[in-house]
C-alpha cells in the first residue's frame, strides 16, 4: 500500500509542477522573455524553495527529489533535439570570423571559470576546469527575439551572434563529454583506459548505430513503411534511453551522449521525419517544462549561500565572457561598436548552463550552492539581456532645427517625429 500511496503522490507532483511550469512559462512568454525562466520560477515559487524558507511543509504535494528522477527524461529530450537541430553541414562550412570569435571567447570565458573555481570558490583544479565550462555556453533565443523586436536580427552583427552562439552551444557540450569523462575517473579505473572507452562509445553513437539504422530500414523498411503505428518514434526513444544508461554506467554524462545521438541521425532523413516533430512537441509540451521546473524546485534558497563569494560569480561569468566575445570580434575585424554588440548579445545563459550544472551536481563535482548560482545567472542574463541588447543598438535620430523643419516639403514634416 505504501507503494500506491506513492506512485499516486507522484503522479501529484507531476500534475502540479506542470501545472506550474506551463502556466509561468505562458507568462513570460507574452512578457516577450523566455518561457525557461517562467518554468524556473515556478519551480523556486511552486515547488518548494519558498515555502520552505518560510517555514512550511508541501511535502504531500510536491517532492522535487522524487520528481528529479522522472525529469531527466527531459534533458535527454532536450539535447537530443539540440543534436537534431545543429547543422552539421553548416558547422562545416563555419566561417573564419565565426571561428576565430567562438574559439577566443569560449577559451576566454573557459579561464575565467577556471580562475574563479580556483582562486574565488577554492576548487581542486579538476573540479575548477569543469566549472570553467559554465562560462562558456550561450543562449541565443532571448538574443535572437530582442534583435528581431528590434529590426537587427538580418544583419551582419546578428548574424554572426546566431553562428557563434550554435557553435559555442557545440564547443561546450563537447567540452563537458571529453573533461567530464577524464577528469573524474571512477576508482576503478584509469583516466586513459576511462579515454578508450568514451572513443569506443562515440564511435558506437555516431559510426555504428546510425549505420545499423540505416541498414535495417534499407533491408526492411521498419522506418518509412512500419506495419504498427509510430514505430520509428518507440524504437528511436528506446536506443537513446539504453545509451544514456550506458553512458551513465560508463561514468559519462548521458545527456551529452543525447546530442550526440541526435547529430549522427540527422542525416538520416526517413528516421528525422518520421520522429522529429513528435520528440519536439512531447519533449516542448511535457518533459523539458518539468525538466525546468524541477531545476528550480531544487534551487536552495537560503540567505546563507547569498555570500560575497557566491554573488561574484554572476559578473565574472558575464564579465569573461563579454572580454572573450569583444575581443573575439574585434580580431575578426569588426569595429569596435559591433564587437560591444556581440558583446552583449553573446551574454544570455540558459538551457545549456543548466544542464552543464545539473551534470556537475549529480555527479558530486559542484555543491547545491554553486548549482544555485547557475541557476541565478540564468535567471540574471535572461532579464538584462533585453535591455542591454536595446540600449546598444539604439540609434541616435537627428532632430531638425525650426529653420530645417520650416525648409522641408509639407509632406514631409513630422517623419522626424
Known sequence: MASSIEITQILLFIGIGLIAA?????????????????????????GGPLFGLIGIDISFFMDAGALQQFSQIGILLLLFIVGLDINVKDLRKIGKQTL??????????????????????KFEYQSAIFFGILFTATSIGVTVRTLSSIGKLDTKVGRTLLSVAVFDDFLALILVLVLGGTLFPTPESRPLLKILYLGAFIVGVVIIIPQLLKF???????????????????????????????????????????????????????????????????????????F??????????????????????IPLAIGSKALGAFTG????????????????????????????????????????????MA???????????????????????????????????????????
Open 216 to 290: 535495417v530500414e534499407k533491408r526492411f523498411n521498419v522506418f518509412s513503411r512500419s506495419s504498427t503505428p509510430y514505430f520509428s518514434i518507440g524504437m528511436i526513444f528506446a536506443v537513446l534511453v539504453i545509451l544514456a544508461f550506458f553512458a551513465g554506467y560508463l561514468g559519462f554524462s548521458g545527456a551529452i551522449i543525447a546530442f550526440i545521438f541526435g547529430l549522427s541521425i540527422q542525416q538520416n532523413t526517413i528516421i528525422v521525419k518520421e520522429i522529429k516533430e513528435t520528440f519536439v512537441k512531447i519533449g516542448e509540451a511535457v518533459f523539458i517544462p518539468l
Open 100 to 121: 576565430t570569435i567562438s574559439l577566443t571567447e569560449v577559451s576566454m570565458a573557459l579561464v575565467g571559470g577556471f580562475l574563479t573555481g580556483y582562486y574565488l570558490l
Open 22 to 46: 506551463r502556466i509561468f512559462g505562458e507568462i513570460f512568454e507574452r512578457l516577450k522573455l523566455s518561457s525557461i525562466v517562467g518554468e524556473l520560477l515556478a519551480g523556486i515559487l511552486i
Open 329 to 372: 570580434t574585434a580580431l575578426a575585424g569588426f569595429d569596435l561598436k559591433s564587437s560591444g554588440q556581440v558583446a552583449v548579445g553573446m551574454m544570455p545563459r540558459a538551457e545549456i548552463v543548466i544542464v552543464i550544472a545539473e551534470i556537475g551536481l549529480l555527479n558530486g563535482i559542484f555543491s547545491q550552492e554553486v548549482f544555485s
Open 292 to 313: 525546468f521546473f524541477t531545476v528550480g524546485a531544487t534551487f536552495q534558497l537560503d540567505w546563507g549561500i547569498f555570500t560575497l563569494a557566491n554573488l561574484l560569480i
Open 375 to 417: 541557476i541565478l545567472l540564468v535567471l540574471t542574463t535572461v532579464l538584462l539581456t533585453p535591455m542591454a541588447l536595446r540600449f546598444v543598438f539604439r540609434q541616435k535620430q537627428k532632430v531638425p532645427s525650426e529653420d530645417e523643419e520650416e525648409q522641408q516639403p509639407e509632406g514631409k514634416k513630422g517623419i522626424s517625429e
